[in-house]
């Protein structure tokens, strides 16, 4: 099957190809990204009906610990791999979509419009997984020894788990102070080594990617999202909402986006499957950033910038990138200000009528905590897609009958610290007894209420609620 796969230049005037099995981060002749691509014509045509089998089968070993995948559930759509025994997996992708009827009449949608797909249920809480399980697959293809990812703390949580199952040294990069504990916490139980740099997400990037170049001799292989493989993992994420809607496709795909991975591999999935004649028509996609982290909103929304066939405009890329413009949100994960996968997002939006917001803290914090209120859950960087929704809703870009499918990309206990802040304006982190207790502003807090050791007391509070 491996002739059948090969990874290309998306420069369409460079398009320069290389076998499947060599570790490569960038193209070699112009260093421009890199997909995975495969040779349809000589491969068989997946019906959706054979997917649809597998959930049936599912096991725990041999070929139903494929089906139990639901990354590899869909492993004709990724067929990269060789043969079967190469695939590490951990059981990722067994999440499903959500009708939120609740939230949706709250912030303006149809009930029964409304959809979360709950990224958050995957073995380490983020949709990393699905990526992670199609890297590690490439990585034992390659042999490699050691893998390492430079991370807001959802990667390096999922390379430090995946690492640990196949028995191969991790390495995490994190920023200093930018990481939620429940993230760092993992990397840490999992026994990762933790590289804890005095810098933001872009500088850890940075020096992984020298370390990787100039360094061949520590056989590091690199998880990040600029690792092609990488995203033929999370295109599952596309496969499983339409499975979960009968193969029918939404009117909108709502992101939150930080290093573009997931926008990049979105589009990659619905162009695939309308080459193989499995869907007629693609949905819209919107990315939404933190306003305090938003460089593809001010290249994409406010001056322009576009895919362009391919032929983008450079220049507005590296103006921005030359002002090293400081990046801060609540919304951690996606805190990153030079977006490696750019140029694949900006190829997404262009596939997919794409669009570009931004959000504010203050917003995104508000939309996470409707989120739970009304029965689910997520970390903030999540909740900018259900407040993107609601922003585009209000300005008419999606109508009120729109069939909406907001992404929750990771686990409401990801970040319990930005939680309880919100909700009491108790920072945990700061000293107990010295933090500073401020009551809290956000309009859909939900405050803790002290009451005394006594039933009547309580009872009185109970009814005035
Ligand atoms: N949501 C969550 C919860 C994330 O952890 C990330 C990225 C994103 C959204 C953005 O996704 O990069 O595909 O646009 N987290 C990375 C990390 C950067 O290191 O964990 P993207």
């Known amino acids: 099957m491996a002739d059948t796969a090969y990874q290309q230049c998306i420069h369409p005037d460079c398009a320069a190809t290389f076998e499947v099995d060599r570790v490569l ?62 695939i590490v997996t ?15 009449r709250q912030i303006g949608f149809d009930p029964g419009n409304l959809f979360l797909q709950y990224e958050g249920l995957n073995p380490t809480g983020s949709f990393k997984d699905n990526g992670m399980t199609a890297a590690f697959t490439h990585a034992r293809m390659v042999g490699a020894r050691r893998v390492a990812c430079a991370s807001t703390g959802n990667t390096s949580a999922s390379l430090a788990m995946f690492a640990a199952h196949a028995g191969l040294q991790g390495i995490v990069f994190i920023g200093s102070g930018k990481i939620a504990y429940g993230k760092l916490s993992q990397a840490l139980d999992y026994g990762t080594l933790t590289l804890q740099v005095e810098g933001d997400f872009d500088a850890c990037l940075r020096n992984l990617r020298d370390i990787v170049s100039e360094h061949p001799e520590l056989g590091i292989y690199l998880m990040n ?21 009968d193969w029918r496709v939404p009117d909108w795909i709502v992101v939150p986006g930080g290093n573009l991975g997931n926008s990049a591999a979105f589009g990659k999935a619905f162009g695939e499957l309308r080459q193989l004649g499995l869907i007629g028509r693609l949905p819209r996609l ?42 801060r949100t609540v919304a951690s994960a996606i805190e990153i200000g030079k977006p490696v996968n750019l140029p694949k997002c900006l190829r997404s939006l262009e596939l ?12 995104i914090l508000e939309h996470k905590a409707l989120v739970g209120r009304y029965g689910f859950g997520c970390e903030p960087a999540s909740a900018a897609s259900v407040a993107g929704a609601r922003l585009l809703r209000e300005e008419g870009v999606i109508d009120a009958d729109a069939e909406v499918v907001c992404i929750l ?57």
């Open 225 to 245: 999202s600029i690792n092609p493989f990488r995203l033929e993992g999370q295109k599952s994420i596309m496969y499983r909402i339409l499975e979960a809607r």
């Open 286 to 327: 919107a990315v939404i950033q933190a306003a305090g982290a938003d460089p593809l909103y001010t290249l994409y929304h406010e001056q322009g910038l576009r895919w362009n066939g391919g032929r983008w405009d450079h220049s507005l890329r590296d103006d921005l990138w030359a002002k090293n413009i400081a990046v």
């Open 90 to 104: 951990i059981g990722e992708g067994r999440t499903n979509l959500q009708d939120a009827r609740e939230l949706a």
């Open 409 to 465: 990309t990771g686990h409401q206990l990801k970040d319990p610290d930005a939680t309880v802040r919100y909700h009491t304006g108790i920072d945990m982190m700061a000293a107990q007894e010295t933090a500073p207790r401020c009551d809290p502003a956000g309009r859909a807090s939900n405050r803790p209420i002290p009451v005394p050791d006594d039933l009547a007391a309580i009872v009185r509070v109970i009814e005035a609620h």
């Open 25 to 86: 981060t960038a193209c070699p002749k112009c260093g421009a990204l890199l997909d995975v691509q495969y040779d349809w014509d000589r491969l068989p045509v997946p019906r959706w009906a054979d997917f649809e089998q597998r959930w049936a089968s599912k096991g725990a070993q041999g070929r139903g610990r494929l089906d139990f995948s639901g990354v590899w559930r869909f492993r004709e759509l990724l067929p990269f791999y060789g043969n079967d025994d190469r």
């Open 352 to 363: 997919m009528d794409g669009v570009v917001r931004e959000v504010d803290d203050e917003t």
